[in-house]
């Protein structure tokens, strides 16, 4: 085995240097906390990243999902329908809601949750849904156009968890699109999310929610809500970040076409538009089920890291494993495939051939 291991992930957040400005203003301002001057203009920027008219800043990405899932799920039913294959934080944000995960199948293209899926497995119910959450895959474009229809037809809410793609989001409109501003993504903050909608009353009330529900002027406490907010100190650092945005989004763009070029003679495959119409900060290959045991043999005897960032699936966790769901033949062959290998700005060519070469 090599001397030093590859590692998978390495984040990176702005530097002290970049932030000191950002520090000075809050030292001027000495606003901390609740909706300060950078809370505000971090929120302007973001918005204007994602093409949406109204932000929510949350403290992270689970509790974005949950505030668009309380206030956009049916009152008086159960279940929110979702993939899953996804990371078991859609699961535990589905709960925080009050509701019950009801679990289903992914396409095999898309590794995502199709209209067409969810609209097989509606007559299976023996009730109405209270929701539909749609998993975005590892930083992938969610369909929204297909989603709206498919919310008018049947009149189910539409949630996204689309942690993974911020700078991925077009045309975001009524449907609460829900992101993570975890270190580990493109626009991370340390720990953060946010939910992005043109319904500008769902906007006040998912704010107000961050902020013990308070509405208005007054300190009246409206409707239920937390303390789910960001500290001013937590905007500085996405201040940072999206002044750095345009030179990460390359480098991020470089890495992921390094790998491409190498895997045009490997035998895996990778998510569509991937490296052209998005990235993110994870990069994933699907491997042929015959070539899975011996490749990942030789990932490990070559000291190459690798993740299956999202496990086997919600159902195979303790604590989701009696959760209600439909036969999953896509999720049960496709999860164990999908490899996620190293990717981070440490990698040189030397490291990029010698992970290369471990792929069948």
Known sequence: MPSENIK?????LPGADALLPYLARIDSARTYSNYGPLHREFSTRLSQLA????????????????LALRIRARPGRRYCLMPA????????????AGLTPYLLDVSEQDMMLTPEIVEAAL?????????????SAFGAPPDLIRWKAFEAKHEIPVVFDAAAAVTALNGVGAQPVCVSLHATKVVGIGEGGAIFSSDSDLIE????????????????SAIRGGNY???????AIGMAVLDALPARLDA????????????????????RGVGDEWVTMTFNVVVPPEALQATLDRLDAQGVEWRRWWGLGCHR???????????????????????????????????LDRIADCLP
């Open 51 to 66: 093409g949406a008219p109204g932000v929510t800043l949350t403290c992270n990405g689970t509790s974005a999902i949950e």
């Open 252 to 271: 991020l763009r470089t890495l992921t076409n390094s790998y491409l070029e190498r895997l045009k003679t490997k035998n895996v495959r990778v998510q």
């Open 123 to 135: 007559p299976l119910l023996t009730e109405p849904p209270a929701a539909v959450l749609v998993v």
């Open 85 to 96: 294959f996804t990371f078991i934080a859609s699961a535990h944000a589905v709960c925080n």
């Open 8 to 12: 998978v992930l390495i984040p990176r």
């Open 317 to 351: 966790h303790p604590a989701f494993a009696d959760a209600p769901r439909c036969d999953m033949p896509t999720t049960e062959a496709l999860a164990p495939r999908v490899i996620g290998l190293p990717f981070h700005d440490r990698l040189s060519e030397q490291d």
């Open 205 to 220: 009330r998912t704010t107000a929610m961050t902020g013990f529900g308070f509405l208005g002027a007054e300190r009246v």
């Open 229 to 235: 907010r960001i500290s001013e100190y937590a905007a």
